[in-house]
């Protein structure tokens, strides 16, 4: 006899969770067909438009399809290496975009070049960057991936001992 977790109900919701854990990390690391990315807002500079925590999803484009208003996702060594910021287009010069966050009292000083911006955001989902990075953690792996990969095991392993109590009456 040998463990078997196809059966289980706890199973779907560990495939559930560790299949959504893969597509994120691929998704937020490399993006979709190198057009579509994932990012997880940390600051409140764009409330209330998007809050902290939320996922935010983006459209590589042309440079020349942002307009004015839209909120774009551009590469920025300003915080952190590598980083990412989420700002709205306030004003075109030169080829150039002039960002602000809803939430800020002026323009940004640096100004956004083309190869800069990642994309134009397509979707916000509230929240769901708090769960998103916290599975990243190593709390969240266990969380998330260990401690139901657990349950199940244990749930198998009782129902194994029931089935072997009823072929030895």
Not at 84 to 99: A, C, D, P, W, Y
Request: positive net charge.
């Amino acid at each position: 006899m040998f463990l078997s977790f196809r059966n289980s109900k706890l199973y779907i919701l560990f495939l559930i969770f560790f299949t959504f854990n893969v597509l994120i990390s691929l998704f937020i690391g490399n993006g979709l067909w190198g057009k579509f990315f994932v990012f997880i807002n940390i600051s409140s500079s764009m409330s209330p438009t998007i809050t902290k925590g939320d996922l935010i999803v983006v459209q590589k484009m042309k440079p020349t399809e942002y307009t004015i208003g839209d909120i774009i996702s551009f590469s920025s060594n300003r915080f952190e290496l590598n980083g990412v910021i989420t700002h709205r287009i306030e004003s075109i010069e030169n080829g150039q975009f002039i960002t602000k966050g809803d939430n800020n009292e002026s323009p940004d000083i640096r100004h956004v070049i083309p190869i800069q911006v990642r994309g134009s955001v397509i979707a916000i989902i509230p929240y769901l960057g708090f769960l998103t990075s916290s599975v990243n953690t190593m709390i969240g792996k266990v969380l998330f991936l260990i401690f139901p990969m657990v349950i199940i095991i244990i749930t198998e392993i009782k129902n194994i001992q029931k089935q072997y109590a009823i072929m030895k009456d």
